[in-house]
C-alpha cells in the first residue's frame, strides 16, 4: 500500500516524523475505514470515511492506497487552488518552503490536464467512407484493357473487419480476327476486408463478388453483326489501401484480382457461330482515387 501511494504522489513516504510532515492515518471500524490526514503543509486536517466492505480482499489495499493519496493531493491543492488573500490564515502551516515546493509539484501533475490524442488513422474520424476512383485494367477473351471509374462505400463492422459496396462501370475494344467488338459493363460488388493500420495508412484485403450486366457489340459496318446482353458475374481477391490527406479527405487505392463464372460470350452470326469476344477468364484492375470520411 505505501508502494502505492507513492507511485501515485510520485514521493517517497517514509516513516519520520519531521517538521511539516503530512502524517495520514487509517482506522478500520466494522461498518468503514476512517482516514485522517494531518498535513503540515496546508495546516489544516482532513478526514473521510470510505467503505471497502463491497470490494473485494485482494483490492482492498490498493484502493484504500488511492483514497489516501486522493486525499493528500486534495489537501495539498490548496497551495494552487486558494486565492490569494490579506487575511491571515486560519491554520499556519509549518512545512518549510523546500517541503511546500515538493507539494507543489505533486498538485501540478495531478491537475494538468490530460495531452490530446495523437493524430489517429480513420477510425478515429468515421467509420464510413466513400471512395470515387479511376479504373483501368485487362480482362475477356480475348483479353483486352478497360477503364472507366466506380464508387466504393467502406463501413467498418469492427475494429479489424469492414464491408464494401461497389458499383462499377467499365468499357473496352476488343479487337479480334472476327472483327472490332465494344465491351460495355455495369457492375455491382460487395466484398469483406480484414484491415490494419500501417504508419498514416489503412490497408485491407479480402474476398468479394460481382454481378452485373455484359453488352458486347460488334462492329456495326461489320458482315453478321450482332448484339449480346446479359447478366454476368465472378468472385475477385482484393487489397486497397487508404489515409487522410486533409480534414476528411482521403487519397485511395486499389487492386482487384478476379475471374468470371458466369460469362457473355458474342458470337458472329447465328447463336452458334465463331466466337467473336466474350466476357469470361480472368480479370485485374488498378483503381486509384479520392475519398470523403462519412
Do not use: Y
Not at 503530512?22 to 482532513?46: F, I
Not at 501533475?109 to 468515421?126: D, F, K, N, T
Not at 473487419?161 to 458499383?167: A, E, I, P, Q, Y
Amino acid at each position: 500500500m505505501r508502494r502505492i501511494v507513492g507511485i501515485e504522489l510520485a514521493v517517497e513516504p517514509v516513516d519520520v516524523d519531521t517538521l511539516g510532515t503530512t502524517r495520514v492515518r487509517a482506522s478500520c471500524t466494522r461498518d468503514a475505514t476512517l482516514l485522517e490526514v494531518d498535513d503540515g503543509v496546508t495546516g489544516k486536517l482532513t478526514s473521510r470515511r470510505i467503505d471497502l466492505e463491497g470490494t473485494a480482499r485482494v483490492a482492498r489495499s490498493r484502493l484504500l492506497a488511492l483514497a489516501i493519496a486522493e486525499l493528500v493531493s486534495a489537501s495539498w491543492a490548496e497551495l494552487r487552488l486558494r486565492p490569494p488573500s490579506d487575511a491571515p490564515p486560519v491554520f499556519t502551516p509549518v512545512a518549510p518552503e523546500p517541503v511546500r515546493e515538493v507539494a507543489r509539484r505533486v498538485v501540478d501533475a495531478r491537475l494538468a490536464p490530460a495531452p490530446p490524442p495523437p493524430p489517429g488513422p480513420i477510425r478515429r474520424v468515421s467509420r464510413a467512407r466513400l471512395m470515387l476512383d479511376g479504373t483501368f485494367g485487362g480482362s475477356g477473351s480475348p483479353a483486352h484493357a478497360i477503364g472507366g471509374g466506380q464508387v466504393e462505400a467502406l463501413v467498418d463492422l469492427g475494429p479489424r473487419v469492414s464491408l464494401s459496396f461497389g458499383m462499377d462501370l467499365s468499357r473496352g475494344r476488343v479487337r479480334s480476327d472476327l472483327g472490332r467488338v465494344r465491351d460495355d459493363r455495369l457492375g455491382w460488388s460487395v466484398a469483406m476486408l480484414l484491415r490494419r493500420p500501417v504508419g498514416a495508412w489503412w490497408i485491407a484485403g479480402g474476398i468479394g463478388a460481382r454481378v452485373g450486366r455484359a453488352r458486347l457489340e460488334g462492329d456495326r459496318d461489320a458482315p453478321n453483326a450482332r448484339v449480346v446482353s446479359a447478366p454476368f458475374g465472378g468472385a475477385f481477391l482484393v487489397g486497397e489501401t487508404w489515409r487522410v490527406l486533409v480534414g476528411r479527405l482521403l487519397v485511395h487505392a486499389r487492386l482487384e484480382l478476379g475471374t468470371v463464372t458466369l460469362p457473355v460470350v458474342g458470337r458472329v452470326g447465328d447463336p452458334r457461330g465463331p466466337v467473336a469476344a466474350a466476357v469470361d477468364g480472368a480479370w485485374s484492375t488498378v483503381s486509384l482515387g479520392l475519398g470523403v470520411a462519412l
